[in-house]
């Protein structure tokens, strides 16, 4: 099972901007359909953005146009460029790997997003 490792988070001014990377360890990085979820306090946790078999990006529409998904199969790595952040894009930012193999779902253990004047 590949495990993940986020980072890049924490405090930032609305309008600011993060970006978040999500290192998988292990071999065989492109079997596996990446995506991003958060949660906010109290609530549930909620899609963010994903990959596609085919390759294409779907962002959850809260998000569309302000954050910017890529990967880095060389460097088993996916990242969460996140632009003009709103309070309300506070939460903790999750990786998730499933594997198109087995349908295996791993989580990583998050990073803390806080957007705060």
């Known amino acids: 099972q590949v495990q993940l490792v986020e980072s890049g988070g924490g405090l930032v001014q609305p309008g600011g901007s993060l970006r978040l990377s999500c290192v998988a360890s292990?071999?065989?990085?492109?079997?596996?359909?990446m995506a991003w979820y958060r949660q906010a306090p109290g609530k549930q946790r909620e899609f963010v953005a994903t990959?596609?078999?085919?390759?294409?990006?779907h962002y959850a529409d809260s998000v569309k146009g302000r954050f910017t998904c890529s990967r880095d199969n060389a460097k088993n790595t996916v990242y969460l460029q996140m632009n003009s952040l709103k309070p309300e894009d506070t939460a903790v930012y999750y990786c998730n790997a499933v594997s198109r193999l087995s349908g295996a779902s791993s989580w990583g253990q998050g990073t803390q997003v806080t957007v705060s004047s």
């Open positions: 292990g071999s065989f990085f492109t079997i596996y359909t």
């Open positions: 990959f596609t078999r085919g390759g294409e990006i």
